[in-house]
């Protein structure tokens, strides 16, 4: 299995804390708890950096939350044709 490449340092990506919205805990790259997959530990929600990723950029296998249409629709059988009615 290959290995991962190093994580970037703080200064690299310009770490930093934030009052915008654009924060760690709404990164795409965000592991959780306290963690991120390009950036060297510690990591903060509420802080940032200029590798910042808006999870639905990311693709479908690495977000974190997944929305109602990753739920298959209900299957159809014997009394759930609405025009039977
Ligand atoms: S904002 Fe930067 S440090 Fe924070 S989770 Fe995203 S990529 Fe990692």
Same mark, same amino acid.
Request: proline share 14%; charged share 30%.
């Given at each position: 299995?290959?290995?991962?490449?190093?994580k970037l340092a703080h200064a690299e990506v310009?770490?930093?804390?934030?009052?915008?919205?654009?924060?760690?805990?709404?990164?795409?790259?965000?592991?959780?708890? !306290?963690?991120?997959?390009?950036v060297e530990?510690?990591?903060?929600?509420?802080?940032?950096?200029?590798?910042?990723?808006?999870?639905?950029?990311?693709?479908?296998?690495?977000?974190?939350?997944?929305?109602? !249409?990753?739920?298959?629709?209900?299957?159809?059988?014997?009394?759930?044709?609405? !025009?039977?009615?």
């Amino acid at each position: 299995m290959p290995e991962s490449p190093p994580k970037l340092a703080h200064a690299e990506v310009h770490y930093r804390a934030t009052t915008l919205f654009r924060r760690c805990y709404n990164c795409g790259h965000l592991q959780l708890p !306290s963690a991120c997959e390009l950036v060297e530990d510690p990591i903060r929600a509420e802080d940032t950096c200029d590798r910042w990723t808006e999870m639905d950029m990311l693709p479908r296998r690495r977000r974190r939350r997944e929305g109602p !249409s990753a739920s298959p629709p209900p299957a159809a059988g014997p009394g759930t044709d609405p !025009s039977a009615a």
